[in-house]
């Protein structure tokens, strides 16, 4: 990650780090942001509110980062549509948390760590590699192997759903998915919000990334997978355009064309 300690004075290091650390946090939780947009995937006719579907997004990079095969984000989208609409809740059944309501009595983390979407997705990914033939067993019953609900039969219905969107987020093209808000005036400065964004990016993705002025490039080699997922954080991430391969995403406009080349994908920050 392109870095701006190189031309910082030493004696304000440490309170720009502060500072970023404090972003990154609002970013990532456990609190999550109060998201009013919305997102649809292209010919399936699904709707999801701006929280669920960085929800998904976060899911999806996870798997995607260990190397995991498709049917495992399916299963893990399917678990958590079932567990919480794919929301960060901050309750549920006894101590049960978070998208996939893991339980810290039970040995799954703290109610921090359980509420951290990156942490409890891994640890469902954890678990399912641990289920015997989980590849090829019903999506129900690899998931219930994990999960242990009252519900065994419950995750199976949330398999076409998990499918469209784990086929969107995968998808090496654009306009799979698209989202739509009203941005709102940013609060920090640029510089650290940038800084901010590129850590999330890094640990969602386990893309590298290069700080701009008010942008985030990202490996091209991370390509339309990684232009999804930011679209889909669009507002979480406080971005007024994602642009890739000759299309670009705005809030207002959804996907255009443009003359984005083949380079980095490119965040742009809401100023």
């Excluded at 985030?216 to 990684?226: Q, S």
């Excluded at 391969?245 to 996907?255: Q, R």
Aim: hydrophobic content about 40%; aromatic content about 8%; glycine content about 10%.
């Amino acid at each position: 990650m392109g870095s701006w300690r190189s031309w910082l004075p030493l004696g304000l290091v440490g309170l720009v780090i502060l500072g970023v650390v404090a972003l990154v946090r609002s970013i990532e939780g456990p609190e999550p942001l109060a998201l009013t947009g919305s997102c649809t995937v292209a010919g399936t006719g699904l709707t999801l509110t701006a929280e669920q579907a960085s929800s998904a997004a976060t899911i999806a990079a996870v798997g995607r980062a260990r190397a995991l095969p498709e049917r495992a984000v399916v299963i893990a989208l399917a678990t958590a549509q079932q567990e919480s609409t794919m929301r960060n809740l901050d309750y549920g059944d006894r101590d049960s948390l978070g998208l996939f309501q893991q339980r810290p009595s039970q040995g799954w983390g703290t109610p921090e760590q359980v509420r951290d979407p990156v942490y409890s997705a891994g640890k469902f990914y954890d678990g399912l590699v641990r289920v015997r033939n989980w590849e090829s067993v019903r999506l129900t019953d690899a998931a219930q192997r994990v999960q242990r609900s009252g519900f065994p039969e419950a995750y199976q219905k949330h398999e076409p759903l998990a499918q469209q969107l784990s086929a969107a987020f995968s998808a090496p093209e654009p306009n799979r998915l698209t989202c739509s808000y009203e941005p709102t005036a940013p609060g920090g400065r640029l510089s650290q919000r940038t800084t901010a964004v590129a850590a999330v990016v890094e640990r969602e993705l386990g893309a590298t990334t290069t700080e701009r002025f008010g942008a985030v490039e990202v490996d091209p080699a991370a390509g339309w997978p990684a232009a999804t997922w930011a679209v889909a954080q669009a507002e979480r991430l406080g971005l007024r355009s994602v642009s890739f391969a000759g299309s670009e995403w705005t809030p207002a406009g959804g996907w255009v064309p443009s003359d984005a080349g083949p380079g980095a994908v490119r965040l742009e920050l809401a100023r």
